[in-house]
């Protein structure tokens, strides 16, 4: 007999905007209905319910014993990294007997690059040429090097091959340049049109942040024309991607880069993280046991 195939189980960050939070959950639930051969479920590591607690003891309440998390995160930075494997890692305590094995990010895929190139092409108009067109990919912005270097590489391939003046990196916290900077860059650079184009999944406080920085940046400087893209949102090819990623992770075909992850690499200002343990998050709508909030255990991802 053929056994069933793993659960999925979706990983997301969390937001304080609603909106964004029903959107992840909107996109879990749609998985659900593309794929009713196979249990689905998402939960959050902070700030939204449900927590991912929760959904692992949805999951094991359907008698699920093993599955493939997915995190539902552009770049593999520390909640990647670090907090997502170790709240699994907490969840196998809670419930013994499941088995899981974990997926990769999503980004930079082709796949997100097409959309990526639709939300330009929508911001523009897509009648209009791309040859003066300056764009400024605006990342969530990690103390992770690694993560805000992915955003730079996820830049550089939406440049290639897509007519644009050029496309520059900016962050909307935690790294520089933050957005203003970003515009005065490519102001600098001699752009005459820019198009902001967040570099994020969902809606939410951040990508808010990005539109009213760019609104405030555009209105001190007349001269220039600046638009504000959509964020990429539940499109097809996003669906396709986790479905992609939860076969990857069900082969075992992970393919991380370790080059210059923090945890493995003394990368310069950041010696101290070197195998250092990772804790999962505490979530405040996560009422099950804490004592996993201490375990020194390295959890690492890769």
């Known amino acids: 007999m053929t056994p069933s195939p793993p659960a999925l189980l979706i990983a997301g960050h969390g937001t304080r905007d609603e909106a964004g939070a029903e959107a992840f959950r909107a996109f879990v639930r749609e998985l659900g ?3 009713p051969e196979l249990p689905v479920a998402g939960g959050f590591i902070e700030l939204s319910p449900p927590p991912l607690g929760d959904a692992v003891a949805g999951l094991v309440e359907r008698g699920v014993r093993r599955f493939a ?4 995160m552009l770049v593999s930075a520390g909640h990647a990294k670090g907090d997502i494997p170790a709240a699994l890692a907490r969840e196998k305590e809670r419930h013994p007997g499941i088995t899981y094995t974990y997926g ?6 082709p796949s997100l690059l097409r959309v990526l190139e639709r939300r330009l092409d929508e911001a523009l108009g897509s009648a209009d040429d791309r040859a003066d067109v300056t764009v400024l990919l605006v990342g969530r912005g990690s103390t992770d090097p690694d993560a805000n270097a992915e955003v730079h590489k996820a830049a550089r391939l939406l440049w290639e091959g897509r007519g644009c003046a050029g496309v520059e990196t900016a962050f909307v916290s935690l790294a520089a340049p933050d957005v203003p900077a970003g515009l005065d860059r490519c ?3 001699g752009a005459r049109r820019i198009v902001v184009l967040p570099y994020f999944l969902f809606t ?3 990508p808010d942040r990005v539109r009213r ?6 209105a001190a400087h007349p001269e220039t024309e600046v638009r504000s893209a959509d964020v990429i949102g539940p499109e097809p090819e996003l669906l396709d991607l986790v479905w992609e990623r939860y076969e990857e992770a069900v082969r075992g075909d992970l393919r991380m880069n370790c080059d210059s992850c923090v945890y493995r690499i003394a990368l310069p200002g950041f010696e101290d993280k070197v195998g250092l343990p990772q804790q999962p998050h505490f979530h405040p709508d996560d009422d099950g046991h804490h004592h996993g909030h201490h375990h020194g255990g390295h959890a690492h991802a890769h």
């Open 104 to 109: 990769r990010p999503l980004g930079p895929h």
């Open 33 to 35: 209905d593309r794929h």
């Open 204 to 206: 939410g406080i951040l």
């Open 213 to 218: 920085q760019t609104q405030e940046w555009a």
């Open 69 to 72: 998390a997915v995190p539902l």
């Open 187 to 189: 102001a600098r650079l």
